[in-house]
């Protein structure tokens, strides 16, 4: 087992390792004195796992509920958000108790919204079941629902107990979701670490555990210095500010981690066209992508996509923050103003 620790607003420590789901009871009742815990799973989740999480928080003295949430980012609104506030509060859940969130970064996210605002603030644990949760979503206390207007647009930052990270749930992965993961481990190569991008030309499945910690290392690392996301931490949005405005355009039909894919070969075509990064990065980048079978572009056009951008939560006044690669292994964040942003999207590929 790996462990991982966090210092943030609240410490706490991301474990790794096979065989860490039925370990759950006993792993969350040593950060929880709660009476309570509350499973929140994906509907998809909840009959492959929940009961096995169930059995060992039993036998490590809790009480369990479990609420089963619908799956897909079309769900990760205030109206589930406020359906699950409503049966904690039907059920006498205090701030005392501890809410579980298990399956991947919708789960998580919302879970965790609750958690940071359910009676002013109760604990909560991450236990994702997707490789995007492990190695992004589960990590660093950002929470969050989606507005029509755009994603992520109302949340909070708030730190977990604890995260627990079972690799052997990624063997019911379905093929799309692990792709989509895939997209954020190499995101992370491409933000700091040339030898680690160049580690996933053997399968992330064959070295998970490694990777897993590897990206969840680097994320530490930069929440601990910036962990309310003003500075150093928007670099983990690569990719990110074009993603999500192709998210949007696709009314979520396209994955999180398709996004991302879409958006770092976007970004980076438009930095190899202005310039700012050498036209090798973008031969890497794309040559990793499309091994991963990941996309590396979409129908939407720059204003559509620019439209969608301007409502992004990672504006500031009129003012996009970009990160921009220079090479396999570095980037930085250059300020965009929004009347570019079309500009920049027409560089990245997009009509």
Known sequence: MKTVSVEASRSYEVLIGRGLLDEAGERIRAVSKAETAVIVAGDLVRPLYAGRVQATLERAGFRVLVYEIPHGEQYKTLETYGKLLNDLCDNHITRSDVLVALGGGVTGDLTGFAAATYQRGCGFVQIPTTLLAMVDSSVGGKTAVDL?????????????????????????????????????????????????????????????????????????????????????????????????????????????????????????????????????????????LRAYGLPTGCEYSAEELAAAMRNDKKMTGSTMHLVVPETVGKCRVLPAPASELTAWLRQGGFA
């Open 148 to 288: 029509p207007g755009g994603k992520n647009q109302a949340g909070a930052f708030y730190q977990p107990l604890l995260v627990l990270c079972d690799p052997d749930t990624l063997s019911t992965l379905p093929e799309e979701q692990y792709r989509s993961g895939c997209a954020e481990v190499i995101k992370y190569g491409m933000l700091g670490d040339r030898p680690f991008f160049d580690s996933l030309r053997l399968p992330v499945r064959e070295q998970a555990e490694i990777v897993i910690a590897r990206c969840v290392s680097m994320k530490r690392d930069i929440v601990h210095e910036d962990e309310f996301d003003t500075g150093l931490r928007r670099l983990l949005n690569l990719g990110h500010s074009f993603g999500h405005a192709v998210e949007k355009c696709s009314d979520y039909t396209i994955l999180h981690g398709e996004a991302v894919a879409i958006g770092m070969a976007g970004i980076t075509r438009a930095a190899v066209a202005r310039g700012l990064c050498e036209a090798s990065a973008l031969d890497a980048l794309l040559e990793m």
